[in-house]
């Protein structure tokens, strides 16, 4: 067991100084560079520019600037936001709390109600309810996060008023419940996919698992019907989806930045793109590693709770 984690432990290492490299040198490589907003200012001489590109270390080779980034992000030091000098660490988590938010509830939805219509839909195969449930999750899936954010903000915020547009509470208020109402709108929007992908697979593991030898030998026993269902099918249908849920974090953070982008959401999606505009290359840096660090941890964990579930993984 522990050479199985230490071998998938240093996969990820390696997978992280790769996706540091790459998001490194496509970033400086972009046009404009981190210079354009410096440049844009009226008030900047070329001499002032000359001066800011020392500072920040641009006149040196791209890779050289590379190695002193990492190594100082290594020693905890992620450099400062090109947009107010504030440590990048700081910015990020200043944001982080809300877009955890937003996730955990967004998943807790999608988890809850996409096994229930996943495990209805296998025991009640080919039936209405299972045709309609994947008719829906075709569609589900098929609709971009910013259109179904749109269309809700328009039906529920625009038309009969019951939701707030946007923004994570409203100023002066700041209660429990005035931040629950602006959550369930974007939670809602980035739970939809999710759901359908949940319902989709909970649906194949319990089909799998309720046309195994041991269920027919419990009914053949006379076991009563609920305990076969929750006790062994429920149990080992569950196993498969602990990979799942590994797999499942890149999707969710894929449409958290576009959930907080459409409902102005304050967190590290719409933090993500607003420092790409203004060119902010260490905080983007920054939301890269931290993010693209979330996915390994949340894939190494799966991996190691599943071979600790099933030992035969640790084999290979």
């Known amino acids: 067991m522990a050479r199985y984690v230490v071998n998938r432990l240093a996969q990820a290492i390696m997978l ?10 496509v970033l400086h490589m972009a046009p404009g560079g981190p210079l354009s907003q410096f440049a844009a200012s009226a008030q900047m001489t070329q001499e002032d520019l000359d001066r800011v590109t020392r500072q920040l270390g641009l ?43 937003l996730m955990a ?39 971009p996060t910013f259109w ?27 209660s429990f419940l005035d931040l629950l109402h602006h959550l369930i709108a974007p939670a809602m929007v980035l739970a939809l996919v999710e759901t359908a992908m949940w319902g989709r697979f909970m649906r194949s593991s319990m089909l799998e698992v309720i046309n195994q030898d041991y269920i027919r030998t419990a009914r053949a ?20 989806m602990i990979t799942v849920a590994g797999l499942q974090l ?8 576009v959930a907080e982008t459409v409902f102005t959401w304050p967190g590290m ?18 939301i890269l590693m931290f993010s693209a660090t979330m996915v390994l941890i949340g894939s190494l964990l799966a991996d190691i ?12």
């Open 16 to 25: 992280l100084v790769i996706v540091s490299g790459i998001g490194f040198a």
């Open 59 to 101: 006149d040196r080779p791209l890779p050289i600037q590379y190695l002193d980034w990492f190594g100082r992000m290594l020693k905890g030091d992620w450099g400062r936001s090109y947009r107010d000098g504030e440590a990048v660490l700081s910015v990020i988590s200043s944001h982080l709390g809300a877009t955890l938010e």
């Open 105 to 143: 509830t967004a998943t807790i939805i999608a988890v809850l109600l996409g096994c229930w219509i996943g495990i209805l839909g296998a025991l009640r195969r080919y039936s209405l309810f299972d045709a309609l449930a994947t008719v829906g999750a075709m569609i589900a899936l098929s609709i």
């Open 148 to 174: 179904f954010g749109l269309v809700t903000i328009y039906v529920f915020s625009v038309k009969l008023g019951w939701l707030p547009s946007g923004n994570r509470e409203t100023v002066g208020d700041g």
């Open 221 to 240: 026993k006379g076991m009563p019907e609920w305990r076969i269902l929750t006790v062994h099918a429920l149990r080992n249908a569950l196993l498969p």
């Open 250 to 257: 890149p999707t969710l953070l894929g449409g958290a930045l």
């Open 269 to 286: 999606g719409r933090l993500f793109l607003d420092s790409i505009g203004y060119r902010d290359y260490p905080v983007v840096m920054g």
């Open 305 to 316: 709770l599943y071979a600790v579930v099933d030992p035969r993984i640790r084999v290979g």
